[in-house]
């Protein structure tokens, strides 16, 4: 028995030094994905033909990233003999994972979301390093409520749901900075200044904002239809565990609000003709509203959940 604990603690070691090397490698592509859009808006032809080369090598960077990320997350699946997702540490390095793994598979096909690869390493690396700093826990045995075939049911979709509307907010918030006034029309403060000439002429290299709001109104209708059933699998879940479907628990509000801002962004897209930044801006206030409910309401706020906190 002394010996299979000790194996549990060790495999849970080798998951933190797993996560440790993904942290270095995504910061490592952030740097040289960053190098590449500095040179990518250079005035000169020279600078911009290394471009390309850097593009690649940071994206060669990510998916090594992602070997050692996937590393971390399956020894800690092993080490609590259950899937890592129970907890906010658990949920974190899971979900990065995945919103990394379907960006590169996203990138590969559409190759003009290639420059939210920037913000998407800074995101993750960010993430990784709050998980490991402040929502780290020992692997612990599940609470009766959640050992149930249904927290992989419902946090699998609840995790490939939050991905699709975090690559989509990325793409929202390149929008609205694309098309921000004081980057159209600037003031003569700042229309010389030498970071906003760098600046306009890095946003110059993204897509169009017709094809960045196409493209992050997609990757929302995905989230959407994965959401509402992280919607109805809670329901399902709550009655086995708590027998009844609704009790206004506040993770359960929080979850049914989120599901009402997209829904209204999308009836708004196809039936209010809301396009622009307004409709940006509703992608970026649902995903703060999704921030939100993982940690403040993790964190703070009392009821059924709490499992998910700390």
Known sequence: MKTAVNLNEALSQWSVLGIYASMLFYAAAFVVLSMDLARAASEKSKIRATAGKLERAGILLMIV?????????LGRGIAAQRVPWANMYEFTITGT???T???IFAQAFRKDIRYIATFMTA??????????SVFYVQVKTLMPALQSYWLLIHVTVAILATAFFNIAAALSITYLFK???WVQEPSKKYAKQTWFVALKRVLKLFPEPARLEQTSYRFNIIGFILWSFTLIAGAIWAERAWHRYWGWDTKEVWTFIIWTIYAGYLHANATRGWHGKRSAWLVVIGFGAIMFNFTIVNLYFKGLHVYSGL
């Open 97 to 99: 994972l995945v919103v």
């Open 101 to 103: 793994v379907i960006f």
């Open 65 to 73: 990233a992602v070997a050692f990320h996937g590393i971390g997350v």
């Open 179 to 181: 098309t921000a006034k």
């Open 123 to 132: 995101f993750v690396t960010l993430a990784l390093g709050i998980a490991t």
